[in-house]
Each structure stands twice: as C-alpha cells, then as structure tokens.
Nanobody
Framework: VQLVESGGGLVQPGGSLRLSCATS????????MSWYRQAPGKERELVAR????????TYADFVKGRFTISRNNAKYAVYLQMNSLKPDDTAVYYC???????????WGQGTQVTVSS
C-alpha cells in the first residue's frame, strides 16, 4: 500500500497550493479519503474528507470556503485545492485512506505546507 503526497511548499499569505495524493495497493473505491494536517506542537486534525461511494465532502470549519477536496477514481488519486492560505495553515499535510467499515486505515508520509511572507 502506498499513499504519496506532493504539491507542498512555501507560499505567501493569500496564495494557493494544490496537494495531490497518489495511491496504490488497495481498492481505492472502497476507501473514504481524507486530508489531515499537523502543525508543530499540535495534534493531527482533520481538514477535509470525501466519501468515495457518492463523493460527499466534509470540511473542518477553519477551511470551509477556502479548500476543496476532490478525487479521480481513474487515477486512484485525491487532491486538495487550497486557496486564500493563511499562516495558520502552516503544517504537514497527510493523505489518509480509511476502509468504509473502518477496519483498515493507511497514511501517507506527509507534505510540508508553509505559509509565510
């Protein structure tokens, strides 16, 4: 099983980034996909989730209206479009796959996002 994030980097406040998560080794269509983040000294927190079965999305309040999660089933990939970035968005962002019943869960290695002028 592999989840490989990419697209992180340094961006100025107000800027945008698009994170990608390429997956392999599991049945993508059976897993809910999420993005989490963890800032230094803080716990990992859910950013956004997309339900694979019908594409329903949920977002943390602190990113609503700024971030968009999407998926491409043909490419076994999930994305996070991040707009209007703020310094508080600085964190390592992780891709997560959770089996529909919760029985299995996989994580990527994370990609650093730094928002700073």
């Amino acid at each position: 099983v592999q989840l490989v994030e990419s697209g992180g980097g340094l961006v100025q406040p107000g800027g945008s980034l698009r994170l990608s998560c390429a997956t392999s080794g599991f049945t993508f269509s059976s897993y809910h996909m999420s993005w989490y983040r963890q800032a230094p000294g803080k716990e990992r927190e859910l950013v956004a989730r997309i339900i694979i079965t019908d594409g329903t999305t949920t977002y943390a309040d602190f990113v609503k209206g700024r971030f968009t999660i999407s998926r491409n089933n043909a490419k076994y990939a999930v994305y996070l479009q991040m707009n209007s970035l703020k310094p508080d968005d600085t964190a390592v962002y992780y891709c997560n796959a959770r089996f529909w019943s919760g029985q299995y869960e996989f994580w990527g290695q994370g990609t650093q996002v730094t928002v700073s002028s």
